[in-house]
């Protein structure tokens, strides 16, 4: 029987947490979007 190569278990071992982290970056990308656009709202307001 052959055992599972290293590369293979490193990969499974990083490719979860990457995964997870690149899913929140684009769900909060979305946000700091939208945070971006209600502050320079709030900045041109405040001017007027």
Request: a positive charge; charged letters at 25%; glycine letters at 4%.
């Amino acid at each position: 029987m052959e055992t599972i190569p290293d590369w293979a278990i490193i990969a499974g071992n990083v490719g979860f947490p990457v995964l997870v982290a690149f899913y929140l970056l684009t769900r909060f990308e979305k946000r700091i979007e939208n945070l971006t656009r209600a502050i320079e709202n709030l900045q041109s307001r405040m001017k007027q």
